[in-house]
C-alpha cells in the first residue's frame, strides 16, 4: 500500500512488468498496463478525483446496491446516491496472493472487503441493511479479472443492483465498434428509456450512447478498435450489460471530464445485473464479474 488516508492505493506488478493500481476509495481499479506494462488499457479523465473525495471519473468504479438513480420513493435505495455508495466508500484491503500456473505465467490477487460497518452513516440511514462484500481483481499477462462477492450478514432478506462501471482507454472513437451483442433488447435512455433490439453486429458511436442491453445470452462483448478486436469483456453470473460514450455536451457538462475532447479516447462497456434486482436471503450469497482481456 502507498499513500495515506483515503488516497490510498495499493499497486501490483507482475515479473513480465503488468501492473495494475487499486485506490481504497470504491476499490476503484485507476490503472491496468499489459504488454509488459507498456499499454493502459482503462481511461482517467486528468480531472479524476483519486484523493477520496468523490467517485473516480475512469478506472473501474464498483457500482452497488443501485444502478443509476435510485428508484424515485418506496424501495430501500431510494435515499441513496445515483450508483449507490460502493464507489465512494473506503474499503479495507484484506490481502495479496500470487500464483504460478503450470505454463509458469504468474497471477496476482488483491481482494477488498466492505461491510456495513464501513459506510457513512447516511448511507447506512438510507439502506440500513447488514451486508458483507469481497471484490477480488486478479492480473494477468493478458487479462484482469474482477469478481465481486456479496453476502446477506443480515436477518431479512434484500435485494440489490452490482455492475463493473468500466472506462476503456481506446484510439479513437470514430473507428472503434462494440460487438456481440446483435438482436439484444436494450434500454435506450438517451431515447427516454425506449425498449429497441439491437440491429448491428457492429455497433458504432456516432452521438451519446447510453445503453443497457438486458439478458444477453452469449457472455463475451468485444470492442473493435479499427477493425481488430481490442479487448474481450467476458461476463459471469451477470446478465446485461451498459454501453456509454457521453459524447460532447455531456463530456463538457462533467466538471471532473478532462480534456472536454476526452469521449474520443474512451468508450465504458459494463457488466452487471442492473435489469430489476438480485435477491439475497439471510446468509446467502452472490457471486458475478469479468474478465477482461487485452487483445493488443
Ligand atoms: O453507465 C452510464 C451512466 O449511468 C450514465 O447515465 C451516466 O450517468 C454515467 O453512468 C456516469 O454516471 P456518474 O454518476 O458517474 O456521473
Not at 116 to 139: H, N, R
Not at 182 to 207: C, F, P, R, W
Not at 262 to 274: H, L, P, R, T
Request: net charge negative.
Amino acid at each position: 500500500i502507498t499513500g495515506s488516508g483515503a488516497g490510498s492505493k495499493v499497486t501490483a506488478t507482475l515479473p513480465s512488468g503488468e501492473s495494475i493500481e487499486v485506490l481504497l476509495y470504491g476499490a476503484t481499479v485507476i490503472s491496468w498496463k499489459s504488454n509488459g506494462g507498456k499499454t493502459e488499457n482503462l481511461w482517467l479523465s486528468e480531472k479524476a478525483a483519486v484523493d477520496g473525495s468523490k467517485a473516480v471519473r475512469g478506472g473501474i468504479p464498483v457500482v452497488f446496491p443501485v444502478f443509476g438513480p435510485p428508484p424515485k420513493s418506496g424501495h430501500p435505495t431510494s435515499s441513496l446516491p445515483q450508483h449507490g455508495f460502493a464507489r465512494s466508500s473506503r474499503w479495507e484491503f484484506l490481502g495479496k496472493s500470487t500464483s504460478e500456473d503450470a505454463l509458469d505465467s504468474s497471477s496476482v490477487k488483491l481482494d477488498f472487503g466492505l461491510y456495513t460497518s464501513g459506510i457513512s452513516e447516511d448511507a447506512k440511514k438510507a439502506w440500513p441493511l447488514d451486508f458483507g462484500l469481497v471484490y477480488s481483481v486478479t492480473l494477468s499477462k493478458d487479462s484482469l479479472q474482477t469478481v465481486i462477492n456479496v453476502r446477506n450478514e443480515g436477518e431479512q432478506s434484500f435485494e440489490f443492483q452490482f455492475l463493473l462501471h468500466t472506462y476503456f482507454k481506446i484510439k479513437d472513437i470514430t473507428k472503434t465498434s462494440v460487438k456481440g451483442l446483435l438482436g439484444v433488447e436494450y434500454i435506450d435512455k438517451v431515447l427516454n428509456a425506449s425498449s429497441h433490439q439491437e440491429s448491428n453486429s457492429a455497433i458504432a458511436i456516432t452521438g451519446e450512447v447510453d445503453r443497457v442491453y438486458k439478458s444477453i445470452p452469449q457472455d463475451t462483448t468485444t470492442i473493435v478498435e479499427a477493425d481488430s478486436p481490442r479487448f474481450d469483456v467476458v461476463r459471469d453470473n451477470l446478465s446485461d450489460t451498459v454501453v456509454w460514450n457521453p459524447w460532447i455536451e455531456k463530456a463538457k457538462g462533467m466538471g471532473d471530464f478532462s480534456p472536454d475532447d476526452g469521449y474520443k479516447n474512451m468508450i465504458c462497456v459494463e457488466v452487471g445485473a442492473v435489469n430489476g434486482w438480485q435477491k439475497l436471503e439471510k446468509g446467502e450469497v452472490f457471486e458475478g464479474g469479468q474478465t477482461i482481456k487485452s487483445l493488443l
